[in-house]
């Protein structure tokens, strides 16, 4: 038995992406900036995937740079935007739940004299936009909030922040990572500026990104060479990365509708069965404002990384946000940041389906949970009675 | 295809089936060391008889490393007088699960903090009871 749970951290490349993938890498080697019959046709695969991936949220393909992966993406916008715009202003907005693509770019931001505000969020990881429009000043001259968060799923306003950045003129990054392929969006109804995507996360290849830049958005490169994608990210392009990336875009929001539908009743039906057999369980999130394939649960009194050792020696792989899977003594900075208590946070598992997810594997799952948390719960010195 | 396992055989043994677990009915001492926050706790119990450590009980929160070294310890402690179970280190503990990986090594240390704190309690009790 072996289910995959963990669609959050990456997903597998689908069969499609793998076989244009596979069709490019066998066929004539050529370098996209060559001018003979072989360049034009490895062009033609990079201008198709960028086609795709402008579709997909609703750009122009000229507003597309391709990077290699998520975080380059993050790190382009906002060391990008901080940098053009170093003149104007020195400060920038961000929240406390981001990826830490975000969070230590914006730290490092602030060892090279950028002023960060970092917002909180609430009980269920929310950023009030009120809060957002309160924290602009004279000199900010960038906000990043991401669309969902990768440990919670929960889903921020992003098109209410944008009418606020909007009418203050400030640039507005989204890190959409998470959402892609996972809830319906375009970059006109969300009003940013710049716009993060990674490949991985929708059944794509690691090692390709993309970062949408609104036109006349004034951006520093994070690196300098040749003519490549307009300039702003130069580098010989990874051709069959990016048609597969394309590919994996244009699936994607074919079968949203489909697919969210599906995950959100395989994932309600889990949680459903856990809180049915499991006491002392709490969901971790928005219950409403949250991507449909991710559950985030604490399970008091026990640590997360003995849950996803019992789990594993099911065949079920999953995340947790306790300090011992993280590598840090902390727990997961966007539970602490939601006020969930320490040991809640040691305590928590996330969940996260993906479309090879079935109805079996749920069922299992969670038949599979009741006596690894049983077993935990008689070994932990915490217990129901020291609350009561 | 098999890959590396994220601990030992005998650390998934402990793991899996824990020695000595529970809370321990008239302890002769306790020692509770360890942080929720920090994602670690470990209750270790001992009953002490003519100087030696008569039998050993645990509870832990904590991650799969925490678990096995809290069940090692209490197996290793059995029959040691006290002065041979102050002396037990973290490595010794770690060494008798054929290892652990480098990060978790601070679980080992809880084990060993656990059962030295169980240890003082006792003497402490045997002092306030001579006086």
């Known amino acids: ?388 | 295809m098999s890959v590396e396992a994220l601990y030992s055989e005998k650390v998934m043994d402990h793991f899996t089936n824990p020695r000595n677990v529970g809370k321990m009915e008239d302890p002769d001492g306790v020692g509770t060391v360890g942080n929720p926050v920090c994602g670690d706790v470990m209750k270790l119990y001992i009953k002490v008889k003519d100087n030696r450590i008569d039998d050993a009980k645990f509870q832990t929160f904590g991650c799969g490393a925490a678990i096995a070294t809290s069940s090692m310890v209490t197996e290793l402690v059995k029959g040691k007088t006290l002065e041979e179970a102050v002396g037990l280190s973290n490595k010794e503990v770690a060494e008798a699960l054929d290892g652990l990986p480098p990060v978790k090594m601070h679980c080992s240390m809880l084990a060993e903090d656990a059962l030295k704190s169980a240890i003082e309690d006792y003497r402490k009790k045997i002092v306030s009871s001579e006086q």
Do not use: W
Not at chain 1, 14 to 26: N, W
Not at chain 1, 172 to 188: C, E, R, Y
Not at chain 1, 282 to 293: A, D
């Open chain 1, 1 to 388: 038995m072996k289910i995959y749970l963990d669609y959050n951290a990456t997903t597998p490349v689908r069969e499609e992406v793998l076989e244009l993938m596979f069709d490019i890498y066998r066929g004539d080697a050529a370098n996209p900036s060559s001018i003979h019959f072989l360049g034009r046709q490895a062009r033609k695969f990079v201008d198709e995937g960028r086609e795709k991936v402008a579709a997909a949220i609703g750009a122009e393909p000229s507003e597309i740079v391709f990077t290699g992966g998520g975080t380059e993406a993050d790190n382009m916008a906002i060391q990008g935007t901080a940098f053009a715009l170093r003149e104007e202003g020195n400060h920038i907005i961000t929240q406390a739940t981001e990826h830490h693509a975000v969070l230590n770019t914006c730290e490092f931001l602030e060892k090279h004299g950028f002023k960060v505000t970092y917002l909180p969020v609430d009980g269920e990881g929310l950023v009030d936009p009120a809060e957002v429009e309160k924290a602009i000043g004279a000199e900010t001259i960038l906000i990043t909030i991401m669309t969902a968060n990768n440990e919670t799923g929960v889903i921020q306003p992003i098109e209410e922040i944008g009418e606020i950045t909007r009418s203050r003129k400030v640039v507005f990054h989204t890190d959409a990572i998470q959402a892609l392929g996972k809830i319906p969006f375009s970059v006109n109804d969300l009003k940013v500026d710049l716009l993060s995507l990674s490949a991985h996360k929708v059944y794509g290849p690691k090692g390709v990104g993309a970062l949408y830049i609104r036109k006349g958005t004034r951006l520093r490169p994070l690196a300098y060479g040749g003519h490549h994608e307009g300039g702003k990210r130069p580098g010989t392009e990874n051709v069959a990365g990016i048609a597969g990336f394309g590919l994996a875009c244009e699936l994607a929001a074919q079968e949203l509708v489909e697919s969210a539908a599906h995950l959100s009743i395989l994932r309600d039906r889990l949680c459903g069965q856990i809180s049915e057999n499991i006491s002392r369980v709490k969901l971790n999130g928005s219950p409403r404002l949250r991507l449909p394939n991710t559950l985030n649960l604490s399970f008091e009194f026990i640590e997360g990384e003995g849950i996803l050792l019992g789990l594993e020696m099911k065949g079920i792989a999953t995340a947790s946000g306790s300090a011992c899977t993280s590598g840090t003594l902390a727990p997961s900075h966007v539970l602490s940041a939601m006020g969930v208590p320490a040991a809640l946070a040691q305590g928590s598992i996330r969940f996260s389906l993906g479309r090879e997810n079935t109805v079996e594997d749920i069922d299992y799952t969670a038949k599979a949970l009741v006596p690894i948390i049983q077993r935990l719960r008689d070994l932990s010195p915490f217990s129901e009675e020291d609350i009561n």
